[in-house]
Nanobody
Framework: QVQLVESGGGLVQAGGSLRLSCAAS????????MGWFRQAPGKEREFVAA????????DYADSVKGRFTISRDNARNTVDLQMNSLKPEDTAVYYC?????????????????WGQGIQVTVSS
């Protein structure tokens, strides 16, 4: 079955960096769009970034554009999220997800497999 496992979260000071990684198994990883979402306490889950199957196209939420970079390694079945210049408002549980189409989409209901999530906390 499909499994997505996030790693790399933790506590960081504002202005710092973290790199999240998501390891996928049980699917033909190299043909699907991958996305990152986040959910802060008391808020709805929101789109962060997405990358198409080849890595040639990416999409970012306005709130993270210029600070976060999504990338993928199809040989290792991993998708990463490099997060720089972190702000307290980036504090959330971060999830990776699979969109089994070739499109870059921002709605969480378009993604049908999810990781368990990983906590990122940015202190001020």
């Amino acid at each position: 079955q499909v499994q997505l496992v996030e790693s790399g979260g933790g506590l960081v000071q504002a202005g710092g960096s973290l790199r999240l990684s998501c390891a996928a198994s049980g699917l033909t990883f190299s043909v699907y769009t991958m996305g990152w979402f986040r959910q802060a306490p008391g808020k709805e889950r929101e789109f962060v970034a997405a990358i198409n199957w080849s890595g040639s196209r990416t999409d970012y939420a306005d709130s993270v554009k210029g600070r976060f970079t999504i990338s993928r390694d199809n040989a290792r079945n991993t998708v990463d999220l490099q997060m720089n210049s972190l702000k307290p408002e980036d504090t959330a549980v971060y999830y990776c997800a699979v969109d089994r189409t070739a499109r870059l989409r921002r709605n969480d209901y378009d993604y049908d497999r999810w990781g368990q999530g990983i906590q990122v906390t940015v202190s001020s």
